[in-house]
């Protein structure tokens, strides 16, 4: 009875394998704007994409937290998508 179902950690993993995907896909994203001189990767759409990232990012950290027992390559993965995105974010500021 102690032993946690199947179930629970298959969604357990696919919620948090959701964050991590999603999250990789928008740092690399960033990433690619900044280094292709897209109009939205300039320092005056800055703005807008850090206002809209922060919300992601806290999630991303909270599931990092949240994995880092069960699923610690995962939350690895996490960190340091947390990490590039910390980097793009005080690029503009340097």
């Not at 995105?85 to 340097?94: D, N, S, T, V």
Request: glycine content about 6%; proline content about 3%; overall charge positive.
């Amino acid at each position: 009875m102690s032993n946690p179902s199947a179930t629970n950690d298959r969604v357990f993993s696919l919620c948090f394998q959701t964050v991590e995907y999603f999250s990789l896909a928008l740092v690399a994203l960033f990433w690619i704007l900044l280094f292709t001189g897209s109009v939205w990767g300039d320092k005056f759409h800055f703005g807008y994409l850090y206002d809209v990232s922060v919300p992601v990012m806290i999630i991303v950290g909270i599931s990092a937290l949240l994995t880092w027992r069960r699923f610690r390559k995962h939350s690895l993965v996490h960190f340091a998508v947390l990490i590039a995105w910390g980097i793009w974010a005080a690029l503009p500021r340097l």
